[in-house]
């Protein structure tokens, strides 16, 4: 598996436990009914978390990612924000984990009486899982060619793609054709054209000294590219949130992308065109070095 998610294999993830509707239990024994709206229907939402050094890495930006697609989905999530944490904690803690720790929250609507869509058939509370693993990058300093695919980030009124919904399928397909081409992450255009993010990560180009990324109307809220940007404005480096088209890409200096998991990662390809010399750029190295110098802060 290529792109930002690769990761060193850890025996330790053998013996994981994971809770699943109050449960700690070993990986094998994690189960969830067929009855249930995830399973049935993609019918949930999915958090992300980084643990590091013993501590959740920007927890409130996360949670607030959580309730606002809970929100939407009009899903009622039964605990409040510190029960919902001291959860994710008691995980970990039966695991023994301390840091290098990808965390996968998992939220479906519950089970369903009979396998049919509306709400109306679902009884009972929400199904929450917790899977925590022990994660760090492989070749984090290698740089990731992309490759733009003919899937688009959608249109808010049919999917809205700020929305963290249990189906992945637009994103999934990106994966498949970015296999096939060889790549290691997929470009994702918006309904209009103009670039949106990645399938898994946030996109950024450097122009001139300037930092581009999308508008943000057709991505994730990324909790990370929401620190870049900040970061960015904190230090004297010019950033605009703006529409901007390919050839503004294949033209520019510099590249990377952002995610909870890889952090800040240089883009030296799109689509067979190498981005400025190919080598990581003065403002990529930089941006990746404030944001490690944040996360220490943040989990000190």
């Not at 927890?59 to 029960?83: G, P, W």
């Not at 997929?186 to 000294?209: E, Q, W």
């Amino acid at each position: 598996m290529g792109g930002t998610h690769t990761f060193k294999a850890d025996d330790r993830n053998r013996n994981i436990k994971i809770y699943v509707n109050g449960e700690i239990v070993p990986r094998d024994q994690a189960k969830v009914s067929v009855f249930d709206s995830g399973f049935l229907l993609g019918d949930g939402m999915w958090e992300s978390f980084r643990l590091h050094n013993k501590k959740l890495a920007f927890v409130k930006e996360h949670m607030k990612r959580l309730h606002e697609n809970a929100k939407a989905l009009d899903i009622n999530m039964v605990m409040n924000d510190d029960q919902i944490v001291e959860k994710i904690y008691d995980t970990v803690r039966a695991n023994g984990m301390e840091t290098d720790v990808h965390i996968r929250m998992i939220v479906s609507r519950g089970l369903k009486s009979t396998p049919f869509q509306d709400p109306r058939v679902n009884y009972g509370d929400p199904t929450l899982v917790i899977i925590p693993e022990y994660k760090t990058t492989t070749g984090a300093d290698d740089p990731l060619n992309l490759y733009t695919v003919y899937v688009r980030r959608g249109q808010p009124d049919v999917v809205d793609p700020k929305l963290h919904p249990l189906s992945k399928l637009n994103c999934i397909l990106a994966c498949i054709q970015v296999n096939h081409a060889g790549a290691d992450e997929g470009l994702m255009l918006d309904p209009h054209g103009f670039v949106a993010a990645c399938n898994s990560t946030s996109f950024f180009i450097v122009r001139d000294g300037q930092v581009w990324t999308s508008t943000g109307k057709y991505c994730l809220h990324g909790v990370t590219r929401g620190n870049i940007i900040r970061l960015c404005k904190e230090n004297g480096i010019e950033v605009y949130e703006k529409d901007f088209s390919l050839v503004d890409v294949y033209s520019a200096d510099e590249s990377f992308v952002t995610g909870t998991f890889g952090g800040v990662k240089q883009v030296a390809s799109v689509d067979g065109r190498t981005l400025g010399s190919g080598e990581k750029g003065p403002v990529t190295e930089r941006l990746g070095r404030l944001y490690n110098e944040l996360l220490d802060r943040e989990c000190a």
